[in-house]
């Protein structure tokens, strides 16, 4: 009786068959041949997913604030421009600015407005010596 089976030794990076059992389909337990491109494929997505999670920082637009601030003893005033980080919103800016503030001697009186970059320039000599100060 001829048979028909071929014993097909050929399986990728593993050299020999990992099973000596002769079967119309020989049994490729680990055949890293077919698995590849699905790996390849897996590791450039992973890869573009953490470049983008990367980047969503630095996508974000610049955001800053303005606002008014005051020492006592004796009596000084300021009107000073911010950069912030994190959320673009008043509550956010006066969290951080009343922290960096305080740390330098100054009590926040008053976020006047949040802002991106195309808003510094009208504010800077308004600003002065506070410009990005704090």
């Given at each position: 009786m001829a048979s028909n089976w071929r014993l097909d030794t050929q399986t990728g990076n593993n050299g020999a068959l990992l099973c000596d059992i002769i079967h119309p389909t020989p049994l490729r337990l680990l055949n890293i041949r077919a698995v590849a491109p699905t790996l390849r494929t897996m590791k450039q997505i992973t890869l573009s997913l953490a470049l983008t999670l990367a980047c969503t920082g630095a996508a974000q637009?610049?955001?800053?604030?303005?606002?008014?601030?005051?020492?006592?003893?004796?009596?000084?005033?300021?009107?000073?421009?911010?950069?912030?980080?994190?959320?673009?919103?008043?509550?956010?800016?006066?969290?951080?600015?009343?922290?960096?503030?305080?740390?330098?001697?100054?009590?926040?009186?008053?976020?006047?407005s949040v802002f991106d970059a195309q808003g510094l320039d009208q504010r800077k000599n308004s600003a002065g010596q506070y410009y990005l100060r704090f």
């Open positions: 637009a610049a955001c800053f604030a303005d606002y008014k601030a005051k020492q006592d003893n004796p009596l000084r005033l300021h009107y000073g421009v911010a950069e912030i980080s994190g959320q673009c919103a008043r509550a956010s800016a006066q969290s951080q600015l009343r922290a960096r503030l305080a740390a330098n001697g100054w009590t926040l009186l008053q976020v006047l």
